[in-house]
């Protein structure tokens, strides 16, 4: 065997080197910002330097042909320094007023997305789904695709009352995140074990370990140590699923999607927030899944013309009160909305507060 | 050699419509790349995804898979229908920490285009949520052969697995009026102490840093990191009041009511008659909104520092956890602030490895044994700004009461206050 190469540990690099020069002048110190347009961003230092941000929604795996266009209009029509932000868009940095609209016209024309600052819809965060993850339950790539396709005039424009974070995950593990509006994927029966494989494949402890209602328990079936689930308990987390793979929770006609609003990061105006269920049962539908589509259509018209300047979803929903939220999107209200977990007293109304 | 091409109707549909499309650039590595290994790897990852968007199910497995001297930074894929896609029957993905704020250079990322195409399918994502450049699909051989030739130009591997992850934060000082901190610095000295526990894995569960220039808090780090820090400041904002009239007469006086004092969470604005604007400092949290609405009239203060909150999370295993504030309020300026940042989650680290159990979270640590406990196993001093509000439930043993109030009045003296 070929002597292998010891890696050198050198961690997370310094970003100082590959930032722009102004960036770097004015570290610190810089003033204000102004929005001239959609999807682009001027900030402006105490010593009168100034920068402008373009940034461009991409479909995030990027092959790299398409990295290396991205690179060509950085190189070209602006200073060759980029920034990518926690929502995978693409920001290129020109100290020169003057490169703004042909870097614009360079991106448009190149077929990607000017837009995704302030009050828009944001580029949906989003994890590997199909393509790569080991437990997935649906295509994240392939249903944020499908919906930006239809969001995109509100992903150029700025015209919603506050800016909307949408996430998408495949599994209730929620890699995606809280968002504003969450499309995260429900599985709703309890896994299929087969039992031949789990004495040989799973750690049995540590999975009866990670249930988080214990309703998993060592057994022996058909003469084989394996696992079984109650199944009055189970709650079709599919947590048991990643350390044990014969526990298969995936369904193609059971893994549903359920859509959750109200997830806020930011601590303005209110606490940071989790987001709150409003839709289930919707169907895992590729390869464009437009009944999820139509439900996140909804939820934004309501918003936009319901919510005042600043109010992010959970605060427009806290301000109408939820009987009227489900009346706007045109959605059902079931036992099922009403939490069991712990903590759950605390979301039940102690009140008298009632909106007629 | 022409590649006998997977047929792909269901993919096909996802590259109509205005948004770019993903399938469209793996279609072109398939037929446009000259590296015919590229042309038929990703060749068969579309067959393998057609499949799954056919029977609606994944078919990847995970398994082993470093590089020499790491136990982590890779995440294996194996095709559990490799017979019937062997290209792609091996497509790891490699996890690669990104410079601090996530700035680039074209010639850099150009360098690692370069690198990747050589030894992988030719995709990559800046970044994925873990916020690691994710360089997707290589097999094992080449996972080390692409490791080996970045590693050599600057760059290291990320976390995977129960381990220290990669960190995260906002662009920050380096673009942004509001930040309080030198995120990029804090960054870099919190995760590059513990590379060790980067790449090799051996902790209870994963732990993650993210730091956020301000409480507007881009990088999630409330909700999603177990040491989140966050930019504040502690003396008043500034008023430029010039501006705020200015202001004023460009949306009219309501406007103002209506979105800026209205909306400050704890009553702490007011607008005089001469439309200036009067805040109460000592009422305000720092929640950013006005500064916000204003970018130009209002900004944070000179005393600034960082307030560090520790637990978040999602879901699994005893639902969503939000973090919380363990540090109220700490200055970063000198070194020695940055030591004892360090210092600090070396603490909360050692103290977690001790007494965590078995795929639990720092958070879900302090959810079993108590604040209170972890408190003193961390060596902090309680605070009330720690909590929303003391304690409901009256069942509890206090024999400790008349010592705890003494040492607080002792703690409060020392601070002379």
């Not at chain 1, 266009?69 to 200073?79: Q, S, T, W, Y």
């Amino acid at each position: 065997m070929a002597e292998m190469r010891e890696p050198i540990e050198s961690g997370c690099p310094d970003p100082w080197q590959y930032m722009h020069p102004v960036m770097r002048k004015n570290f610190g110190m810089w003033k204000y910002h102004e929005h001239p347009r959609p999807g682009v961003l001027l900030h402006v230092a105490y010593s009168g330097d100034k920068i402008w941000t373009v940034k461009a929604g991409t479909q995030r795996i990027l092959d790299v042909f398409t990295l290396r266009k991205l690179c060509d209009i950085g190189d070209e029509f602006a200073d060759g320094y980029v920034h990518f932000t926690i929502r995978s868009n693409i920001e290129y940095l020109v100290s020169d007023e003057s490169k703004v609209q042909p870097l614009i016209d360079a991106l448009e024309g190149a077929g990607f997305v000017v837009g995704g600052t302030q009050n828009s819809v944001a580029m949906i965060s989003h994890t590997q789904g199909w393509l790569h993850c080991d437990i997935p339950g649906t295509d994240a790539s392939g249903v944020v695709k499908s919906m930006m396709d239809e969001l995109i005039d509100e992903f150029r424009n700025a015209r919603m009352p506050n800016r909307v974070h949408i996430t998408t995950s495949c599994c209730q593990i929620n890699c995606g995140g809280q968002g504003d509006i969450a499309i995260n994927v429900q599985h709703t029966k309890p896994p299929k074990i087969n039992h031949d494989l789990v004495a040989n494949v799973c750690e049995r402890p540590s999975v009866v370990a990670r249930c988080p209602v214990a309703a998993i328990r060592p057994a022996m079936v058909n003469g084989k140590p394996s696992l079984e689930v109650d199944e009055r308990k189970c709650i079709c987390c599919g947590a048991c699923y990643p350390p044990c793979p014969p526990m298969q929770i995936n369904d193609a006609e059971h893994s549903k999607l359920a859509i959750w609003v109200g997830g806020n990061h930011s601590n303005a105006r209110g606490k940071p927030t989790f987001q709150k269920l409003v839709a289930a049962g919707i169907p895992n539908n590729p390869p464009r899944w437009p009944e999820a589509t139509a439900i996140v259509k909804r939820i934004l018209k309501a918003y936009k013309e319901g919510a005042k300047d600043w109010e992010r979803i959970n605060e427009w929903i806290e301000r109408i009160g939820w009987p009227r939220f489900f009346e706007e999107v045109e959605l059902p209200f079931t036992k099922y909305h009403i939490d069991t977990w712990r903590g759950a007293r605390a979301s039940f109304n102690s009140s008298s507060y009632i909106r007629f | 050699m022409a590649i006998d091409k997977h047929a792909t109707p269901m993919l096909d549909q996802l590259e109509t419509g205005p948004w770019p499309s993903f399938i469209s650039g793996i279609k072109r590595l398939r037929d446009q790349h000259p590296d015919a290994r590229i042309n038929a790897v990703t060749n068969d990852l579309l067959g393998q995804l057609e499949h799954s968007y056919e029977t609606r199910k994944g078919y990847w497995k995970g398994g082993t898979v470093s590089v020499f001297g790491y136990g982590g930074g890779i995440i294996p894929r194996f095709s559990e229908v490799g017979k019937v896609f062997p290209s792609s029957k091996e497509f790891h993905t490699v996890r690669v920490q990104p410079p601090a704020g996530n700035h680039y250079t074209t010639a850099m990322l150009r360098q690692l285009a370069d690198t990747w195409e050589k030894y992988g399918s030719g995709l990559v994502t800046f970044h994925g949520q873990t916020g690691n450049i994710m360089f997707i699909g290589v097999d094992t051989p080449n996972t080390q052969n692409f490791f080996d030739e970045i590693n050599d130009y600057g760059w290291d591997l990320g976390g995977a697995g129960p381990c220290v992850r990669t960190a995260m934060s906002c662009v920050g000082s380096a673009r942004c009026e509001m930040s309080c901190t030198n995120e990029l610095k804090a960054h870099r000295l919190l995760v590059n102490n513990f590379t060790d526990d980067v790449h090799r894995p051996a902790l209870p569960y994963k732990f993650k840093f993210k730091v956020s220039g301000c409480p507007n808090d881009c990088q999630n780090a409330i909700e999603r990191s177990d040491f989140a820090v966050l930019g504040t400041w502690r003396d008043d904002m500034k008023v430029d009041q010039a501006e705020v009239k200015a202001y004023i007469a460009d949306k009219g006086r309501q406007y103002y009511i209506d979105n800026v004092i209205t909306r400050c969470p704890t009553k702490a604005l007011s607008l005089n008659d001469d439309d200036t604007l009067d805040v109460n400092n000592r009422d305000c949290v720092r929640c950013m909104h006005c500064l916000n609405v204003m970018p130009k009239a209002l900004h944070p203060g000179d005393d600034k520092g960082v307030t560090i909150l520790i637990g978040g999370k999602r879901t699994l295993k005893i639902g969503d956890l939000m973090g919380t504030v363990v540090v109220p309020f700490k200055k970063l300026e000198t070194e020695e602030d940055y030591e004892s940042l360090v210092e600090l989650a070396e603490t909360i680290i050692d103290f977690w490895a001790e007494n965590g159990l078995e795929h639990e979270r720092c958070g879900e640590m302090i959810e079993r044994i108590g604040l209170a406990n972890f408190l003193e196993g961390i060596g902090i001093e309680p605070d009330p700004n720690m909590l929303s509000h003391p304690r409901q439930s009256s069942y509890i043993r206090m024999d400790g009461w008349d010592e705890a109030a003494e040492e607080w009045f002792a703690r409060q003296a020392e601070a002379g206050r």
